[in-house]
């Protein structure tokens, strides 16, 4: 079974400050891993995922996020954040096994991104 | 195109009723996957389904079950309806191919 820990439940930040959302994963088996954000009211819309390749992903809205194997880690990060950017943040896991299982995500906690002016 | 639609998108039911979600996922996806997510936290995994099989079942009681029918669409059912389930669910879709997972905007259950 794999697990995902999202290791700030609240970031604050600034208008045009970086800002790095902190994710570890546990899995016995290789996985994919994604980041959705949720606006308040709304289901999930992905911002980027890693499935295989560079250990460094770009997504939307100016978004990054890098692939740590020996660390199991899968850190998103934004160089300058908007007021528009406040939302909640999951990071979530697949494994690679499961031929046709590919519904099954495992997510973290959330992490509530506020941007202030 | 459209995306994953779901419906209803609110609705408040009584301890002890019956609910039924539906979700229609984007065309071209055979498989749809149902989420709970409880205020404050992540969603949770309930069921996959890929061609009208079920392929996946979370922790969840028997009270919840879920079909697929043939033109991909999913129904999510809820028997017995406890405080507790009040919640989102989200309905997502997805492909063999791209291994991307599309979500629904949910539909708010609350249960008084």
């Known amino acids: 079974a794999q697990s995902v820990t999202q290791l700030d439940s609240q970031v604050p930040v600034f208008e045009e400050a970086p800002v790095e959302l902190r994710c570890n994963y546990s899995?016995?088996?290789?996985?994919?891993l994604f980041w959705y954000v949720q606006y308040p009211n709304q289901g999930l819309q992905l911002l980027l995922k890693?499935?295989?390749?560079?250990?460094l992903v770009k997504g939307i809205n100016g978004f990054e996020a890098e692939f740590n194997k020996s660390q199991t880690s899968f850190h998103l990060r934004k160089p300058s954040v908007h007021i528009s950017d406040t939302a909640e943040y999951f990071c979530?896991?697949?494994?690679?096994?499961?031929?046709?299982?590919?519904?099954?995500?495992?997510f973290g906690q959330g992490t509530i991104l506020t941007v202030h002016p | 195109d459209a995306g994953v639609t779901q419906s209803p998108t609110h609705l408040i039911k009584t301890r002890g009723q019956h609910v039924t979600l539906r979700c229609s996922p984007i065309?071209?996806?055979?498989?749809v996957s149902w989420y709970q997510q409880v205020l404050g936290q992540g969603p949770q995994f309930i069921f996959q389904?890929?061609?009208?099989?079920?392929?996946g079942r979370g922790n969840f009681p028997d009270r919840f079950s879920a079909r697929q029918f043939p033109n991909y669409s999913s129904e999510l059912n809820v028997n017995a309806l406890l405080l507790g389930d009040s919640a989102l669910y989200l309905c997502?879709?997805?492909?063999?191919?791209?291994?991307?997972?599309?979500f629904g905007e949910g539909s708010w259950l609350t249960v008084v």
């Open positions: 997502a879709s997805s492909s063999l191919v791209g291994n991307t997972i599309y």
């Open positions: 899995s016995s088996v290789s996985v994919y």
């Open positions: 890693y499935l295989s390749g560079s250990t």
């Open positions: 979530a896991v697949r494994t690679e096994a499961g031929g046709t299982s590919y519904g099954k995500l495992t």
């Open positions: 065309s071209g996806h055979k498989s």
């Open positions: 389904y890929y061609e009208k099989e079920e392929r």
